[in-house]
């Protein structure tokens, strides 16, 4: 038998292909640590964070929010275009991992379970079901929790001793949320809301819009300092501030009838802006009769008043005597302004309101046609 063949030592030894980068330390080493692609990303990951900012800016502008008038509307729920912000956010979340530490605060900054997807079924069941549901997965999910700033809901009749319960339960778990926007809540709702709410408090909200007959959850906020009326004429609300609410500063969209007026200097003495709604609408057509010039002129009681707004008529919407009150209503409010022991500037807001005729005037649909600023 032939003698064995020695093997010849190589002094440059063929890399072996299947080991991870770990293993073949030479391979690490070619790479520059400014251009690894696992630090910098590729495509969009990659761009300047200014560049890329500036294009989901753009992009985002043709994407309805929830906006102040939608929330004076007190529609019982939004259309699915109110969704495609959030659905675009949650699709750039899920991108990769680069993205998401941008994306997800921003998509859990503004939470809602007001908008309906279902063209079919009862509205009333998927807002219940879509409040729940949210509720319960912010409270076991405190890391997206921790993200939430505004939360806009409608409150419905569906299954309230366990919706409205899981409802107050989560805002607790909410630390950072500071306005709540209740878009809707039906009427007959008062007492579960008031089983639901009662003993809870939430420090962190600072700002409220919500209907007079879910003034329960405002006694719920003692450092509220916004509230905001979108149905009824806000005598609910004015009592809760007196009772619960000393920090209120700011109280928007109330009817001044019916010595509301009054009770609100007594109620919220530090008031330093206020919104009156003196275009007071019914489902037979707006009424510009209910607010008494009088009751206006009560507001010059307060001493820290500074800004005034009152929505009228607008002349699109005219009827029999209403350029001649709609003026009434100005004057009382000039007159209030000056009268305020206020020191410093004050200004005078008159938003002109218009109503969709077609729709037989209905608390759903107007908006304000132009504004007018005075500075006294």
């Not at 807001?349 to 007018?372: A, C, M, P, Q």
Request: proline residues 6%; charged residues 25%; positive net charge.
């Amino acid at each position: 038998m032939p003698p064995r063949r020695k093997k010849v030592k190589q002094d440059n030894p063929r890399p072996n292909l299947d080991a991870t980068p770990s293993n073949v330390p030479n391979l690490e080493k070619s790479r520059p640590a400014a251009t690894s692609v696992s630090k910098l990303g590729t495509g969009l990951s990659a761009l300047p964070v200014e560049l890329r900012d500036m294009i989901f800016e753009e992009v985002f502008q043709s994407l309805r929010d929830v906006t102040r008038e939608d929330v004076l509307r007190n529609s019982r729920s939004l259309p699915t275009s109110y969704a495609e912000k959030r659905d675009m956010l949650r699709s750039l979340s899920q991108t990769c991992r680069s993205l998401r530490p941008q994306f997800i605060p921003l998509l859990w900054e503004n939470v809602e379970a007001c908008v309906t997807r279902k063209e079919n079924g009862t509205w009333y069941k998927e807002l219940g079901e879509k409040l729940e549901n949210l509720s319960d997965g912010l409270v076991k999910s405190p890391e997206l929790a921790q993200h939430v700033r505004t939360l806009s809901v409608s409150l419905t009749k569906y299954q309230t001793n366990s919706v409205l319960p899981e409802f107050a339960h989560c805002l607790k778990h909410l630390p950072h949320l500071h306005t709540l926007q209740i878009m809707h809540a039906n009427s007959q709702i008062t007492t579960p809301l008031k089983n639901a709410f009662q003993g809870n408090t939430y420090p962190q909200i600072r700002t409220i819009a919500l209907p007079d007959c879910a003034h329960n959850i405002l006694r719920s906020c003692p450092d509220v300092i916004e509230v905001i009326c979108n149905e009824g004429d806000g005598g609910k609300l004015v009592t809760s501030i007196g009772a619960a609410c000393k920090k209120v500063e700011v109280v928007q969209d109330i009817w001044p009838q019916d010595g509301i007026a009054k009770r609100l200097v007594k109620a919220a003495p530090q008031l330093r802006e206020i919104g009156l709604n003196c275009c007071a609408c019914r489902p037979s057509g707006p009424n510009w009769r209910d607010v008494s010039p009088e009751e206006i002129r009560n507001l010059s009681a307060f001493n820290n008043l500074a800004v005034l707004s009152i929505t009228v008529g607008a002349d699109d919407a005219d009827s029999s005597g209403l350029a001649a009150t709609r003026q009434e209503h100005i004057e009382a409010a000039r007159e209030t302004l000056k009268k305020t022991k206020f020191a410093g500037p004050k200004r005078l807001l008159v938003n002109y309101n218009s109503h969709d005729r077609v729709n037989d005037f209905s608390l759903g649909h107007w908006k304000i046609v132009r504004t007018e600023t005075f500075n006294m």
